[in-house]
């Protein structure tokens, strides 16, 4: 896969990670960057701006970087870090590489176990979520279904208590967390599909008041993150 930008680099270089090789713009200025690549015997190839806004059409900032695909982890790797109240994220369909990249940062901010998302229609990993992830995607175990009713079937099997998010539902502040949780977010736009809804066990909502009437997807994720936590204290 390929990745671009300098605080991307800068993290993978930091990190010991597998480089393929690195495509760079022929009046890229960071040095430091550059002499990492070379210490490392990565293969560069220098090449016009064009060049590099055909491969990446994102704001690449002049470098861009071959790397293996990231690696998946399997729904039995998601092993709890709270024996007592495991705490899965599931992400139905999200499409935006910046609220996925968003809602890793905070997943690992908040030590969740891990996050599920579906293998079709759904965003993948990229370099706007490596992006966005501030360095922590490697930090957060992520685990790609094909179906994610039957995958709710499986965590309700193993004791997880399953909780939707949606504009109407129990207000957010009144449910008990002290369970094992598996948290599911939906599109941002159409929010969570009817079978995953119809299997969830309590609806949580989030009560505005302003005269908007609901969030952005990162931002409700977090909010639910950090009340399930702190529920649990």
Not at 175 to 185: E, F, G, H, S
Request: hydrophobic share 35%; charged share 25%.
């Amino acid at each position: 896969m390929y990745v671009y930008g300098k605080n991307v680099a800068t993290d993978l270089i930091k990190n010991n990670k597998k480089i393929y090789k690195a495509i760079i713009w022929e009046n890229f200025k960071d040095e430091f960057i550059i002499s990492e690549l070379q210490k490392l015997n990565i293969p560069i190839k220098y090449c016009t701006k064009r060049q590099i806004d055909d491969i990446a059409k994102g704001n690449h900032q002049g470098i861009i970087l071959n790397i293996p695909d990231y690696k998946f982890v399997d729904l039995d790797d998601l092993q709890p870090k709270n024996d007592d109240y495991p705490f899965i994220v599931m992400l139905d369909h999200l499409e935006d590489p910046h609220n996925f990249g968003a809602i890793i940062r905070t997943c690992e901010s908040a030590g969740v176990d891990g996050i599920i998302i579906p293998k079709d229609r759904s965003v993948d990993i990229n370099s706007t979520v490596m992006k966005t992830s501030a360095g922590t995607l490697d930090r957060v175990k992520i685990c790609m279904v094909t179906n994610l009713s039957n995958t709710i079937e499986i965590l309700k099997k193993r004791g997880y208590w399953i909780i939707g998010t949606d504009l109407e539902g129990t207000d957010y502040s009144t449910i008990d967390y002290k369970m094992p949780v598996c948290l599911i977010v939906g599109n941002e736009g159409k929010g969570m599909s009817r079978i995953v809804k119809e299997k969830c066990d309590f609806i949580a909502t989030i009560p505005m008041k302003g005269e908007v009437n609901s969030l952005n997807a990162s931002v409700a994720t977090g909010i639910m993150i950090y009340e399930i936590l702190e529920k649990r204290k």
